[in-house]
């Protein structure tokens, strides 16, 4: 497996395709607006060499038995689920915040393992074989994969044939002999700039006349006529700062937008080639793992404000006893989502291709948990903090350390510790509750009124009514008129 060394030198070989304010990134190693989301990409491989992550980190291949990155693996059972949540929290553990370009990717490939595995039984395609055949390499190759899932969409209430620019949802516009040309685009891609590939699913079911958009793949970050545009962060203006004012510099969040300008994709790196009745399972198998394990990133995260809030406290001389009730708020907060992932993996079941499905009621119930508790969790943070931590209230490092006025700033900013002490505790905590440090809680994964439409459909009220007419020993049938329009 690689060093963090390899990995980094594995992405400076890369051409160079990614953009931001309008300059092309020549070295996503050292250019300020990616070079952190390598750092906290590159502490997975360092993590992974570490006696006490390697259980956690890595796994053993079900296709060659040899150790490999568990973010390169087949999740095949309910230890394999429990681990991948305690990587997610490890991970936010390490870096502060996310490590996207490896877990949608992780994710897209164990959802199209399953899907694969279906057409090719029922339809006699070679789809699985394809897709076994490339991780066995990726896994040799211990390759960083980001995934896209997410559509540019146009219109929300119309299906791709319907939208007015037939481009708004990724799809294959030329199928040749040895493979298929590509339009469209993904956007919002997590930590692209941190992968060497890129796996592509669709971000929604197809209907039959929408088949064109069902369509998967995976690519090298660097495939010809592909052309990346970072996203603007809050953090940015940052990247011009020095010293704590950048209170996490090993670790950065970071998103794209994958603009596809006919790019050709050969065929043994295609997955799904227009099995539109196949797209929305592909999804449901994505889904299931992905928002069972994000309740560990956000429990991950919890556990450092937790941890910045009792530090913030101490800093202003209060005893952190003193917030226990907050902060037993913040530890429940935590567990719930923390928990609810892992239950999801422990009800889930086995696919016939060997894949583990977590359980969709619980994983759909914990991405409604997540779009919501880490909210509460920065608030209670920001409430403990005091001013000093909402954003604007808070001098530069570089004032705080000017010759002229820097000793007066100090003075004033101190408390029960050192004035640069409290201002880096403070900083730490702008970022992790409004600044960069922020995940995708609200939409990462899917938008929560999403999850709720699947938690609807994967309750049963009959049920529910039954279990009460039972016991208050009801057998009178009630029926309710349907309202007149
Ligand atoms: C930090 C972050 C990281 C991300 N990383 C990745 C990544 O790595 N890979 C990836 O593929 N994607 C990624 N995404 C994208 C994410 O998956 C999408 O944001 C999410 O699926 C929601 O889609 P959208 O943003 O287009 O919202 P929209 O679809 O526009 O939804 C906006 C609102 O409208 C509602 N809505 C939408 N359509 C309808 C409809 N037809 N009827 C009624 N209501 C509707 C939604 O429920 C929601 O409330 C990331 C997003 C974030 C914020």
Not at 192 to 197: G, R, T
Not at 206 to 223: H, T
Not at 442 to 465: C, L
Request: net charge neutral.
């Amino acid at each position: 497996m690689k060093t963090s060394e390899e990995y980094k030198e594995s992405l400076k070989k890369m051409k160079p395709n990614i953009y931001k304010f309008g300059e092309l990134i020549e070295d996503v190693t050292t250019n300020p607006a990616t070079k952190r989301t390598v750092a906290g990409h590159a502490q997975i491989f360092d993590a992974s060499q570490k006696p006490e992550y390697e259980e956690i980190l890595t796994t053993k291949s079900c296709l060659t038995g040899k150790q490999v990155s568990r973010y390169l693996s087949i999740i095949s059972s309910a230890e394999d689920m429990i681990a991948n949540v305690r990587m997610k929290r490890l991970m936010f553990n390490l870096t502060g915040t996310c490590t996207g370009g490896r877990c949608a990717g992780f994710n897209a490939i164990n959802a199209m393992w399953a899907a694969t595995f279906d057409m090719d039984k029922n339809l006699g395609t070679d789809y699985h074989k394809r897709i076994r055949e490339w991780l066995k390499d990726a896994q040799k190759r211990d390759i960083t994969i980001s995934g896209a899932l997410t559509d540019p969409k146009g219109d929300r209430s119309k299906p791709p044939t319907l939208q007015k620019d037939p481009d708004m949802n990724l799809h294959v516009i030329e199928e040749r002999n040895d493979g298929i040309v590509v339009r469209g685009a993904k956007v919002m891609i997590c930590g692209v700039a941190a992968a060497n590939e890129i796996f592509i699913m669709p971000g929604t079911g197809y209907k039959e006349q929408d088949k064109d958009y069902a369509v998967s793949f995976v690519i090298p970050r660097d495939i010809e006529n592909l052309t990346i545009v970072e996203t603007r962060r809050p953090s940015d203006m940052r990247e011009q700062e020095e010293g704590f004012d950048i209170p996490v510099d090993i670790g950065g969040i970071t998103q794209a937008y994958l603009l596809f300008e006919d790019v050709f994709i050969p065929k043994e790196r295609i997955f799904m080639c227009k099995e539109s009745s196949y797209a929305l399972q592909a999804v449901m198998n994505f889904i299931a793992p992905y928002r069972a394990a994000i309740g560990g990133c956000v429990a991950g995260q919890g556990d450092v404000m937790i941890g910045a809030a009792a530090l913030i406290a101490q800093a202003n001389g209060l005893s952190e006893k003193m917030f226990r009730q907050k902060i037993t708020q913040m530890i429940i907060n935590n567990e719930t989502t923390f928990g609810m992932g892992i239950a999801a993996g422990v009800l889930g079941h086995k696919h016939p291709s060997g894949a583990w499905i977590p359980d969709a009621l619980l994983s759909n119930v914990n991405k409604v948990h997540v779009a919501t508790l880490p909210y509460d969790t920065k608030r209670i943070t920001q409430d403990i903090a005091g001013g000093i931590a909402e954003t604007g209230c808070l001098p530069s490092c570089q004032d705080i350390n000017n010759p002229n006025y820097g000793k007066l700033l100090k003075k004033y900013l101190k408390a029960n510790c050192s004035g640069e002490t409290r201002a880096k505790i403070a900083r730490l905590i702008e970022w992790l509750t409004i600044g960069a440090g922020v995940p995708g809680c609200m939409h990462g994964g899917g938008s929560p009124d999403g999850a709720k439409m699947m938690i609807n459909a994967k309750s049963d009220i009959n049920h529910y009514i039954e279990l009460a007419k039972r016991l208050a020993d009801i057998k009178e049938d009630i029926q309710v008129e349907p309202k007149k329009k």
